[in-house]
């Protein structure tokens, strides 16, 4: 059973800094493609950042320069670090991992990640 926790959601006043966590088991960690997601308040989705061995890290404009997506295998780990936080970055925010294909998660969203975790809030304010 793949299983992905995530931790170190919370609120924070814009220009703040949040480091999001997702620890995965049942997945072959250090080959899979793992992305972070966020779900605004109305609904929408977003790929907000992710990773994987064979390409490089991928970032959504809005955060380019202020997020960075990394990983520690000895510990089947993604973070997420968020600098500079803003009050548009408010969001749910969701670790994927292993991209096979369109689908839907099951918060709804449109996605290529077949795997999700329960979703940390992300709450900035200005």
């Known amino acids: 059973e793949v299983q992905l926790v995530e931790s170190g959601g919370g609120s924070v006043q814009a220009g703040g800094s949040l480091r999001l966590s997702c620890t995965a088991s049942?997945?072959?960690?250090?080959?899979?493609?793992m992305g972070w997601y966020r779900q605004f308040s109305g609904g929408e989705c977003e790929l907000v950042s992710s990773i994987s061995s064979d390409i490089s890290a991928y970032y959504v404009d809005s955060v380019k320069g202020r997020f960075t997506i990394s990983q520690d295998n000895a510990k089947n780990t993604v973070y997420l670090q968020m600098n500079s936080l803003k009050p548009e970055d408010t969001a749910v925010y969701y670790c994927?991992?292993?991209?096979?294909?369109?689908?839907?998660?099951?918060?709804?969203?449109?996605?290529?990640?077949?795997?999700w975790g329960q979703g940390t809030q992300v709450t900035v304010s200005s």
């Open positions: 994927a991992a292993e991209s096979r294909g369109p689908t839907y998660a099951p918060n709804g969203c449109k996605t290529e990640y077949n795997y």
């Open positions: 049942g997945i072959t960690f250090d080959s899979a493609a």
